[in-house]
């Protein structure tokens, strides 16, 4: 593959080149992605492995990833920031932000980088046996995605990760500088004729000018060999010898295997004032790959490190005791017909989805995501006690769904939820790759649900709401299916129980239809306060043309087989939307929108609750929840 001529192997001096707009042109005051998700040091670790892993080579070894971090002080500081060309260039554009009083993080940013005598932290964030920065500038690729584009994603398949590419901001974002540099060795396939390796810095600033200069300079760019196309000029990476000799000088040199070093410049966690010791922040880099990725670990998909100090430290399962619980669940999940009766006990269950048709028409066909749930022992770490760990065949735990509602008593769980591809590895089916496909579309840009996104409405036909919905609540059903086995009364559940879940020969779930409910988005959390219960919830219609809706909220008794029994009383419930009354008539809440009301936010309380009454939630196997029932303004 011959490369476009803007990525022509030279061997002048790189520099920093910035596009201008000229006169008239857009200004940027700060990188949008900032401010996208959530940015802690957890943030920082699960997006960078995503990446990292989605790139990984199908030759069956485990992509391998190591966090280096660096110090610097002194004349190494002094060699380093001469590399990057601060002197020559940054510094200058540093202060024509600040002294256009663009924001007092650049100030601070000057002042620290200026001063001789402070420390300056590097994270180097090195992955092997990954695809390398492959493409062009000009192409579809996973270069261009990273170093050219913004919220664009070039994953390799559906099983990938993300498909919103905000993840890579991370970089930028823990970058006290605002620069990446990235060094990259290519694939043996993806390489070009004369290149093997390539490098390229980038950085994020506002918009600023020069001087005199009335040119206005865009906000991001780039330590490379400008290049005049056809298509005008473009930031051509350095390859082979150059590249090297930039790479050393940058303390980001790697290893010739095929992979991508991205090292983050003047590493600073945006969530913290003081930032933690090397060896804290490497422990927290370790503990957060265990938690969010122990499904790719444990396959053997991925190995995760540390250096620090000049000693390795390696991600293992075994020393993050809160994530262990999970494992063993994962590892028995086909274990069935077994009573959760003693400490360890584990069981699981098929939890059936049903996905709407593509949108071009294309069918769907049935599947099963599968269930397990592991009786609690109290030598077991409680951190996530009572919570679900959901992840699919990208390997990585979307997040650990809370689910102590449905805890009775003292029989505390931990479970997991394997999806798609993760299901079962060695024998996908047809139904676990539509719901690898379907849930990727399904998470946000933080990738810390599954929900209804604008992704799932490009792709699939109505509906899509409804699946989630469905999948969710049989999940619940499911999991308290499991968890009132534990006494030996499995045979008693609920006939809506027994329908979904046949295995006390029950028959098998056909396919529902949709209720008049799915035409809402509803959420609901509950909570017990002293004598009373607490509720908040939100109600928004799906369908955006409506003259006005109804929702009668009610707090009602759950037992530990899904049946329902006694109301308990609202005293009242309110809401701030003012195209909304709400009030109570004989125990319930009722909330009536008009053609306004978009998105509908209500809390209340309950009527006090007697000492003893099974309504507490702290006497018998009960627990509570919110039930809405809903009407359009035409019905």
Known sequence: ????????????????????????????????????????????????????????????????????????TGDERADFLDALGWNDELARRLRSVTAAERGRGHEELLERLESPDSELRLVIVEDRNTTGLTGGWDDDSNYAALVRDELFSNKQDDRAGGS????????WTFSGASTVVFNSFLAERDRPRDGTQRLIARTKLPSHQLGDDDTTYQGAGWLCHPRETEDGVRPASLWDEEAADLASRLKVDRPRVSGTS?????YRDPTRDDQPEPEALADEFLEAAVKYFWPAIHRNDLEVSVEVGGETHEAKIKDVPAIRPFVECFESRFDEGRKLTNPGDITGLNVPVELPDWDDGT????????????????????????????FRGAGMVVKYYDQSRLAYGNQNFHGVLACGEARHPDEVTAGDREVERFLRYAEPPEHDDWRSTENLREQYKQGFRMAIDEMFGTLRDGLRHLLSRFDGRGEELADRVRNEFPIHGGQARARSIASPSTVFEIESTSGFASDHWQFSGRVAPVDDEFDGWTAEVSLTGVGEDGSRFDDVPISTIESEHEDVTVRCEEGVGIVTAGPEAQDVDFE????????????????????????????????
């Open 363 to 390: 069918e769907t066909p049935d599947a099963d995501v599968r269930l397990a749930a592991r009786l609690a022992s109290p030598a077991d770490d409680d951190t996530y006690v009572n919570h679900l760990a959901l």
């Open 164 to 171: 919103y590419g905000l993840g890579k901001s991370v970089l």
């Open 262 to 266: 991205a090292m983050v410049v003047d």
């Open 604 to 635: 209340g309380m309950s009527e006090p609750i007697g000492e003893g009454d099974v309504r507490r939630g702290s006497v018998g196997e009960t627990q509570l929840e919110i039930r809405a029932e809903l009407r359009t303004g035409e019905e």
């Open 1 to 72: 593959m011959k490369m476009p001529r803007s990525e022509e192997l030279v061997s002048e001096p790189a520099e920093w080149y910035f596009f201008d707009g000229g006169p008239g042109a857009p200004r940027y005051g700060d990188d949008p992605t900032k401010h996208a998700v959530d940015h802690d040091t957890e943030t920082f670790v699960r997006e960078v492995l995503q990446n990292a892993n989605d790139q990984g080579l199908t030759n069956g070894d485990p992509v391998e990833i190591t966090f280096r971090i660096v110090s610097l």
